[in-house]
């Protein structure tokens, strides 16, 4: 079963305005973590913003803030302000446990943002 | 730059052929993880090593093993390569075994089976 989605293949987005990314995740743990990473052209995937289950405010990291509704099971990421340079993959992942008492990161299929002059 | 460095960062090879990728994680960073970036098959946890020891497998194919050394560096070997084989590979490091802490990733190694 799918634990994460993402139900936007493609977005595109005016240079200065705002985006919404969806993400919603399927999950019994009480206990988890929702990760938003970008992958730009180049291929390299960087950290963007971090929200904790338990975290009682919406996380936000300058221009990226998470709007994070438990009960609806959805991780949304916006970006405020949008740039060119915000051209890019953008991936919604949760952390999941494993067997051997660890955690890996279980990705969704990823967003395509494109922003336009 | 997140630290973690892999090399090479582009691989072509035929089919049969076996290949290792490269992986040293940003320092202090106990735990590695690889994953496989497909088309098809989007961002696949492969398996994670932890101060040396396999800590979770995931979708690996039998023909790939991974093992960390003891300066913490990982080497992903991949062997009797298909066309399918063929994606960008990731290493990514954290400091512990990954309790809600990010990861860091590297810039990946792009394989070509050919």
């Known amino acids: 079963a799918q634990k994460i989605t993402q139900t936007q293949p493609g977005m595109f987005v005016q240079e200065k305005e705002a985006v919404t990314l969806d993400c919603t995740y399927d999950t019994s743990d009480p206990s988890y973590g929702l990760f938003w990473y970008k992958q730009p052209s180049s291929g390299e995937m960087i950290f963007l913003i971090y929200?904790?289950?338990?975290?009682?405010q919406n996380a936000t990291e300058g221009r990226y803030s998470l709007n994070f509704q438990k009960a609806r099971k959805s991780a949304n990421l916006v970006i405020s302000a949008s740039q060119l340079g915000d051209s890019a993959m953008y991936f919604c992942?949760?952390?999941?446990?494993?067997?051997?008492?660890?955690?890996?990161?279980?990705f969704g299929k990823g967003t395509k943002l494109t922003v336009n002059p | 730059d997140s630290g973690v460095t892999q090399t090479p960062k582009h691989l072509i090879t035929a089919t049969g052929q076996r290949v290792t990728l490269r992986c040293s994680p940003r320092s202090g960073d106990l735990s590695v993880y690889w994953y496989q970036q497909s088309l098809d098959q989007g961002l696949q946890f492969l398996i994670q090593?932890?101060?040396?020891?396999?800590?979770a497998k995931g979708n690996i194919l039998e023909r790939f093993s991974a093992q960390q050394f003891p300066d913490l560096h990982s080497e992903l070997n991949l062997s009797s390569l298909e066309l399918g084989d063929s994606a960008l590979y990731f290493c990514a490091s954290s400091a512990t075994r990954g309790n809600n802490e990010k990861l860091f990733f590297g810039s990946g190694t792009q394989l070509s089976v050919l």
């Open positions: 090593y932890y101060n040396g020891e396999e800590r």
């Open positions: 929200q904790g289950s338990y975290d009682q």
């Open positions: 992942a949760m952390r999941e446990s494993t067997q051997g008492g660890s955690e890996k990161l279980v």
